[in-house]
């Protein structure tokens, strides 16, 4: 029986003590759980506040400052383990790494999507190694609980099981001895009743306390000023208070003296929670926070003091990390605002006081509307708000008003602020100030889109807008007119006045159109001197007549510039949809082609498109594709008419003139060809090309034939744009070794009409080559004595249109007359051109004509053709 | 026929100290301060203290005080010494180039030499496994330059890519970021196809994953002009001290304060610049 007591007690025992494992356990598991729990949401919250401060950075390619504010956050903040950001290839564009080491860590990762096509994660890791050791505190503290209930319990069991088999025994041997130690038991009891009572206070307390006698020295301490000083009870006893309770102050780590002996001294209550900093026994050092109060009983005298301190470490912990946090937010160079569930201001950092001009003070508890400028649309807010109540993040562009009544662009991303079951808390705002982007990008718009000079509609934006009147006409069965402007001559005006003038010119003829077309009518620039009328929801294709009409008559006033009257008249060709094409290209193709055929009918008027301009234009444009390149092979060659002396009938020269069979297109007439060059520029080496060959041939036929042999080229008035034109004549002449005065230069009026000072002096320059120069096609133009004065001509030739009358019109004969003895009297040769009968011969020779071409004699001839022509003269066809 | 001579001799005296009027001024403004400009590519506080040793170690060489101006931006320093404001400037290559071409040619003093190098040279960087190969695998690619002022990291990779016909109406704009270390990294993070930047930067993300694909022709270094209508004996004087810098201590003091990396300077013409040049005129022409 008794030998089974003691083993049914200890199975008991080991029963009850597995059940208060196993209950220990669960305890443990829920409450570590709970630590991390709490630490992750932490976590989570830090990395957040990361990827959205980096996001900004990163979406400006700023990768440097990204990796300096995570290097700088991990530095800054306690725990951090290691921040990584990491791009899709993973290439770690930011490394922080702790330099401690630590067992256990959890990790947050965030994907950071910065532009359509570009992200990056952030994955943030701490440590959570204290967890774990608060975690193995508690479970020594359990086991050590749980044994000690154990061994009391079984003592105590124990006892009794005793007590049972032994009772009569006992109380017979020691009842005397029993009633003794009773009684001393009893006030045994008594006396410790007052100290066991003031222990359990004392242990059942959470802060640590110390008390000392008067002396300062230990007196008592409980078990957590056991834990936190690292002395026990039976080593401090009776030690001075300094020693056990070893403080630092926090900020100059200076040793701090116990503020026992000033609480002695004094009689007064100490309070310190700030800055002190207890190191234990073993050298561990926790933030604490003290009060030291006297122990005073009914005397008044000081019987010691009472020092009550607890741990504040994990608490500063927290303080400093929220304060690296908010300086961070602080000092970020984007606003940041946080806002209570009811949109109140809660906070708002230096950054937005700058750029909004508000304090802190004065915004906080107010609602953001505040800075509404109401000129943003009431969706974006409606949008906003839906996003964000949603519990997701809202990105835009407002625009605001600062303090000062300025308006300003904010880059918005505000995103709520949600507690681990997703309820809102507050609302982040993170704003940025764009306005200087946003004026940036409207000017580019207005500059991509208007003329910068006249500040019309471009090419691009009239284009668009006609391609929107199309469709308007489509769907409303309507004409859309496109008028095609080209101020005429405008080029002169640039070239002799200068660019000043005439941008002035263009800026005032902008104006003038824009004042002649209705308000929805479109004017537009589509560069140089051409401009375009947009006239929409017309009826019939007439309706565009009166517009033009204005608009030319609207030229008819003088423009006054710089005090300079000048007259501006204007070529228009007009197409219209759908007749004359359906989409704005081909329109204002044919637009074009029918103010070419404007400028062709002598300018300042209008035409409409016709089929037949589309074939003037692919005509113009084929000779001009097959002009690049036809002199490189060999298409261009030379004739040359002779030109006869009128008393005896001997070649006394020729004239050159330029001939063009292209393989495409066949011969194509120098009147033809011969303006497309001029406008291409590419007269200058087709002229160069006919004098360097006309003069080298005509030095042989001068060896061979004739020392007074002359050669006669025409040279065009885009010709005298050519700079280097005076000197090629001169080295050509040179090369040859032919005289100067037996090149003849033809120039015809029109070259002289331009009165450009640059003509004037080539002309002299010529002439001081000694080469000669006459006036060609004279009777087609002005006809104008006061050129034949002023320049320094040889030559006369008359126009084969007045020679081709004068046997049957009077009065071509008598004008013809007029010129041989005009020209004459200033000392000129008169040459006749276009002579196809003897009669017109005669006649000629009659009223005094000294030179003469034509038919009569000869068509012009190649080369070999002359040849034999001066060796027999009899060939020419007179004879 | 004395009178005669009396008058003669008066004119004599007269004329000669109206002559000797404006040359008797001239020692006094000989006793001036030069002043050396800087453009501003640190802060004022900075390179002042960086080219202090320069101006003493010159000044006491050349027996003139020399006085450090940091202009206050960049184009206002081509300014200054494009409208001889300042007496000697130092130069950048491409600030040197849009002064010539703004001013017109300054005589060169001399020009650094780092390492042992007077020229630099730059690189166009892609991901090593990225299958870019040459700057003609860039069609259509995205592209990051450093800073559109930049010599290395925009204006010649830039005009490179452009002679190569990289850029199309497809090409997706290339960016700005900045720094060098920037494009690095955007090359590297894979947000852009290939960038252009320093060799130094190179070097340090190497081993990161970059491969040059092209390098830029080699750039003139940094250089020292003076103002035009500096005496030819000063010039002469001033470079002359320049060139030989390196070879006493004070002088070497002197170049490593501005950069550590200086060996010595060198001469220098504007023909040393003239690649930039054509490279700056023609890119100017794509505008």
Known sequence: MLARRPSTIWIGFIIFMIALLAAGYGIHNTHLQNEIDNFEEELTAEAELVSFIIHDQLQKHDYKSAEDFILNFGEKTNDIVEILLVSPNGFKLAHYLSKQTSEHVISRTINIRYSYDSSATLELSKKIDHIYRHDQLFITQLFIGYITIGVVLYYLAYSIALFGKQKHALVNENRQRIETERQLEETLNSLKERERNLNVTLNSIGDAVITTDQNGHIARMNPAAEYLTGWKVKQAMSEPLDRIFNIINEITLEPEDSPAREVLASGKLIKRDNDVILISKTGKKYNVAVSAAPIVETSEEILGVALVFHDITEQKRYQDKIRSLSQAVEQSPVSVMITDMEGRIEYVNSTFEKVSGYSSYEVIGKNPKILKSGQTSMKVYEDLWRTIKSGKAWKGEILNRKKNGELYWESANIAPVLNPSGQILHYLAVREDITHRRQQEEQILHQAHFDSLTDLPNRFLSLDRLSQLVRDGQRNNELVAVLFLDLDDFKKINDTLGHDIGDKLLIEAASRLQKEVRDGDTVGRLGGDEFIVLLGGLSHASDARPVVENLLNRFRDSFIIDNREMILTISVGISIYPNDGNDPSELLRNADSAMYHSKEQGRNTYSYFTDSMNHDVARRLSIEEQMHGALSRGEFYINYQPKVSVANRDIVGVEALIRWNNPALGDISPNEFIPIAEQTGLIIPIGQYILTEAITMAASWQTLYNDKFSISINLSPRQFRDPKLVSFIGETLNKSGIKGELLELEITEGVLMSAHSYIHDSLSAINKLGVTIAMDDFGTGFSSLSYLRQYPFDALKIDQSFVGDITNDKADRELVNAAIVMAHSLGLTVVAEGVETEEQLTLLAKMGCDVAQGFLFSQAVDAETIVALLTDKNKLASR | ?287
């Open chain 2, 1 to 287: 026929m004395k009178r005669i001579k009396s008058i003669a001799l008066q004119t004599l005296i007269l004329t000669s100290l109206l002559c000797l009027a404006p040359i008797s001024f001239k020692p006094a403004k000989a006793e001036d301060s030069l002043v050396i400009g800087i453009h501003p590519y640190l802060s004022q506080g900075e390179l002042t203290e960086r080219f202090t040793p320069l101006a003493k170690y010159v000044g006491n060489e050349i027996g003139r005080d020399i006085k450090i101006r940091v202009g206050s931006s960049y184009d206002e320093h081509i300014e200054y010494i494009g409208n001889n404001k300042i007496d000697i400037a130092y130069m950048g290559p491409a600030s040197y180039i849009n002064m010539t071409q703004q001013y017109g040619e300054k005589p060169v003093l001399a020009r650094l030499e780092i390492n042992g190098n007077p020229w630099f040279q730059g690189c166009i960087v892609a991901q090593k496994n990225s299958g870019i190969k040459t700057i003609q695998d860039l069609k259509n690619k995205r592209i990051a330059y450093g800073d559109p002022n930049s010599t290395m990291s925009f204006i010649v990779p830039h005009y490179m890519l452009m002679m190569a016909g990289v850029y199309t109406s497809n090409s997706p704009k290339y960016q700005f970021l900045g720094t060098h270390t920037n494009v690095a990294l955007g090359v590297l993070s894979g947000d852009f196809d290939a960038g252009a930047i320093k060799p130094e930067v190179f070097n340090q993300y190497e081993d990161k994953g970059l491969i040059k694909i092209a390098v830029t022709p080699k750039i003139s270094e940094h250089l020292f002009v003076t103002r035009s209508m500096l005496s030819p004996e000063l010039v002469d004087n001033i470079r002359h001290t320049l060139l030989s810098l390196h070879q006493s201590e004070e002088g070497r003091h002197a170049l490593q304060s501005i950069k550590k990396s200086i060996s010595r300077l060198v001469e220098a013409s504007h023909g040393d610049y003239e690649n930039l040049n054509t490279i700056i005129a023609e890119s100017r022409k794509f505008k």
